[in-house]
Antibody
Framework: EVQLVESGGGLVRPGESLRLSCAAS????????MNWVRQAPGTGLEWVST????????YYADSVKGRFTISRDNSKNTLYLQMNNLRAEDTAVYYC???????????????WGQGTVVTVSS | DIQMTQSPSSLSASVGDRVTITCRAS??????LAWFQQKPGRAPKLLIY???TLESGVPSRFSGSGSGTDFTLTISSLQPEDIATYYC?????????FGQGTKVEFK
């Protein structure tokens, strides 16, 4: 069974950092692009970042560019999101999602994790 | 950047009704369009991709159509378990933009 499990969320103060992890199982992780999506309380879905299967290509929404870094460790089947200089508006549930297409990150988001909550507040 | 605009933002319908949600892209995105269903407190679920391809396991009462800039998600006969918020998403040209969502409620 394909499974994604996020961890690393929590309560932090503005300006602090946090690293999210997404542990993948049930598929050949290194063959698929991976993504982060967030959802602020009571609002819609916002795409955050995407990484290619090899990790060689990364993409970011303008709202997080320069502050967030997506990465992956294919030997550990794990996706990461390093979040620096956090702001109140980064408060959200963060989901990781697997791309549907083999070796193509321009792909619909096929399987989602359950999400991890990040709260940025003083 | 390409914007994705859904309408309506919410709708009320009865069991058995035909429900239609539209999604408009600000630029041509060919058929690089997906639809998701999200129930409260749950992760989104992929329903349709390439504008009209039904994801495995999704009931056939769901269908998608369109290409270019105008797309439609149709539920042919609304069921109680279909009460949710629906999102469109483009996945081309290195931007994976979502629409703002359409909340489907019972009348």
């Amino acid at each position: 069974e394909v499974q994604l499990v996020e961890s690393g969320g929590g309560l932090v103060r503005p300006g602090e950092s946090l690293r999210l992890s997404c542990a993948a199982s049930g598929f050949t992780f290194y063959n698929y692009g991976m993504n982060w999506v967030r959802q602020a309380p009571g609002t819609g879905l916002e795409w955050v970042s995407t990484i290619s299967d090899s990790g060689g290509r990364t993409y970011y929404a303008d709202s997080v560019k320069g502050r967030f870094t997506i990465s992956r460790d294919n030997s550990k089947n794990t996706l990461y999101l390093q979040m620096n200089n956090l702001r109140a508006e980064d408060t959200a549930v963060y989901y990781c999602a697997k791309g549907k297409y083999y070796q193509d990150e321009e792909s619909p988001f096929h399987i989602w994790g359950q999400g991890t909550v990040v709260t940025v507040s003083s | 950047d390409i914007q994705m605009t859904q309408s309506p933002s919410s709708l009320s319908a009865s069991v058995g009704d035909r429900v239609t949600i539209t999604c408009r892209a600000s630029h041509d995105i060919a058929k690089y369009l997906a639809w998701f269903q999200q129930k409260p407190g749950r992760a989104p679920k992929l329903l349709i991709y390439t504008a009209s391809t039904l994801e495995s396991g999704v009931p056939s009462r769901f269908s998608g159509s369109g290409s270019g800039t105008d797309f439609t998600l149709t539920i042919s006969s609304l069921q109680p378990e279909d009460i949710a918020t629906y999102y469109c998403q483009k996945y081309s040209s290195a931007l994976w933009t979502f629409g703002q969502g359409t909340k489907v409620e019972f009348k």
